[in-house]
C-alpha cells in the first residue's frame, strides 16, 4: 500500500469548518476551581489590608486630636474632664458640655463642629472626633491630674499591629479605667 505524499500534506477544509469548537464542562469546571481556590487564598490578605487601613486612619485621627486638645490646653490651662461613661466634656459655651457637641448656636447639625467652645462654636478645636472602627468599641477618654494631662485609647482592629504595645509603653500610667490590663490590640494617645 502506498500513501501519496501529496494527500498526508493537505487539509480537507470541509471537516475542519464542521467540528465544533469549545471547552467541555469538565474544563470549565477545573477552571471555576482554580479561580475560587485564588479568591480563598487571597481574601483574608485583603480583609486584613482593609483593617490595617481602617487603624491607620484611627490612629491619626486620634494623633490630631492630641493636637486640637494641646489647644485646648493652651487656651484652659487643662485638659477636658470626662464622665463616668468616658466621654469628653469639653465643648459649648463654658468648654464643659459632652462631646461630640450639639449645643452651639445656629446652623445645621451637620456644620456644627464637634469639639468646639462657645455658644457660636466660635472656638473650633476639631470638625470631626475620631471614630473607632472596630465593632461595639469606643474611644476611651480620660482627664488625669486635675487636668495637667489625659489619655485617649481605642482598640485596634488588627491585634498584630505594633504601635498598640508601644504606645501602651508611652503611656504606661495614663490608660483609662476601662481598658484591660494586657490588652494588645489598643492604641493610646496621652499627653507628653
Do not use: H
Not at 491607620?56 to 490630631?64: F, I, P
Not at 505594633?162 to 495614663?174: E, Q
Amino acid at each position: 500500500m502506498s500513501v501519496d505524499k501529496e494527500s498526508l500534506f493537505m487539509i480537507n477544509w470541509e471537516s475542519m469548518t464542521s467540528f465544533k469548537r469549545g471547552f467541555t464542562i469538565f474544563e470549565i469546571l477545573i477552571v471555576i476551581v482554580i479561580i475560587a481556590l485564588l479568591a480563598a487564598l487571597s481574601f483574608p490578605s485583603i480583609v486584613g489590608a482593609i483593617k490595617r487601613g481602617r487603624d491607620s486612619k484611627l490612629k491619626a485621627e486620634m494623633n490630631n486630636f492630641k493636637s486640637a486638645l494641646r489647644t485646648y490646653y493652651n487656651d484652659y490651662q487643662r485638659y477636658p474632664a470626662n464622665d463616668i461613661n468616658m466621654k469628653i466634656l469639653g465643648c459649648g459655651t463654658g468648654g464643659t458640655g459632652v462631646c461630640p457637641n450639639t449645643t452651639c448656636i445656629g446652623g445645621s447639625s451637620s456644620s456644627i463642629p464637634e469639639f468646639a467652645t462657645g455658644t457660636d462654636c466660635s472656638v473650633v478645636y476639631m470638625n470631626k472626633l475620631p471614630k473607632p472602627t472596630a465593632q461595639n468599641k469606643a474611644l476611651y477618654y480620660g482627664q488625669l491630674g486635675s487636668g495637667d494631662s489625659f489619655s485617649l485609647c481605642a482598640y485596634l482592629e488588627n491585634q498584630a499591629d505594633p504601635d498598640g504595645p508601644a504606645s501602651l509603653i508611652k503611656c504606661t500610667n495614663v490608660v483609662p479605667a476601662p481598658i484591660p490590663s494586657g490588652s494588645v490590640n489598643i492604641f493610646c494617645v496621652c499627653s507628653d
